[in-house]
């Protein structure tokens, strides 16, 4: 079974541009949950997707969103982007969104000028 | 709301020789615990997971770790360690409950350096 694909690798973008990342679950999982890392913050969860509804979300502003598609994709929106929004983005998914094993893909890494 | 300490940011070890990453966590309700690591410019890898039974859980790679249940703690060991095993290790804890789907709360991660 190939993993979690999340593309594009690497992003730069400048403050108050929009930016979108996409992640490709592995077959069969329905929940898909997204994280940001940063050095200072961590691994801070941003929210979860499961059969294209938002069950689930973090403590980030308005800015950030998502969606999730009839096939389980999803796609992180960032919009005005900010300089602290320089992080690396992991997407995991899940069969459930449970008490389940999350498998994470290798990332985005967003820098912002 | 739950929470993880991870004790100690950075652990050097000479190679072969045991460890133990600490990890401490708070919540009000009951838990589901996982360890990860994450090489560099990678994910995530699960090492090990408890999600019930037995509180000694064996993961991938040698590596165990115990639940204690009245010390809140979930301390990850290996007996003899290598070079291939310096990486950065998260403690993570999932709350039982429909609040918290696909909701990992992680601790601020252990760097792991393996000396020759």
């Known amino acids: 079974k190939a993993g979690v694909t999340q593309t594009p690798r690497y992003l730069i973008k400048t403050r108050g541009q929009q930016v979108t990342l996409s992640c490709s679950p592995i077959?069969?999982?329905?929940?898909v949950s997204w994280y940001q890392q940063t050095p200072g913050q961590g691994l801070q969860f941003l929210f979860e997707y499961f059969s294209e509804t938002q069950r689930n979300k973090g403590n980030f502003p308005g800015r950030f969103s998502g969606r999730q598609f009839s096939n389980s994709r999803s796609e992180m929106n960032v919009s005005t982007l900010e300089l602290g929004d320089s992080a690396l983005y992991l997407c995991?998914?899940?069969?459930?969104?449970?008490?389940?094993?999350?498998?994470f893909g290798a990332g985005t890494r967003l820098s912002v000028l | 709301a739950q929470s993880v300490t991870q004790l100690d940011s950075q652990v050097p070890v000479f190679e072969e020789a045991p460890v133990e990453l600490r990890c401490n966590y708070s919540?009000?309700?009951?838990?589901?615990l996982f360890w990860y690591v994450q090489y560099p410019n990678q994910g995530l890898q699960l090492l090990l997971k408890?999600?019930?039974?037995?509180?000694l859980v064996k993961g991938i790679n040698g590596f165990e770790a115990e639940f204690n249940k009245s010390q809140t703690s979930f301390h990850l060991r290996k007996p003899s360690v290598h070079i291939s095993d310096t990486a950065e290790y998260f403690c993570?804890?999932?709350?039982?409950?429909?609040?918290?789907?696909?909701?990992?709360?992680f601790g601020q991660g252990t760097i792991l350096t393996v000396h020759p």
């Open positions: 993570a804890v999932s709350e039982a409950g429909g609040t918290s789907y696909g909701k990992l709360t």
């Open positions: 077959s069969g999982h329905r929940s």
């Open positions: 919540s009000s309700v009951s838990v589901y």
């Open positions: 995991a998914s899940s069969q459930t969104g449970g008490p389940d094993i999350q498998y």
């Open positions: 408890y999600l019930s039974g037995s509180t």
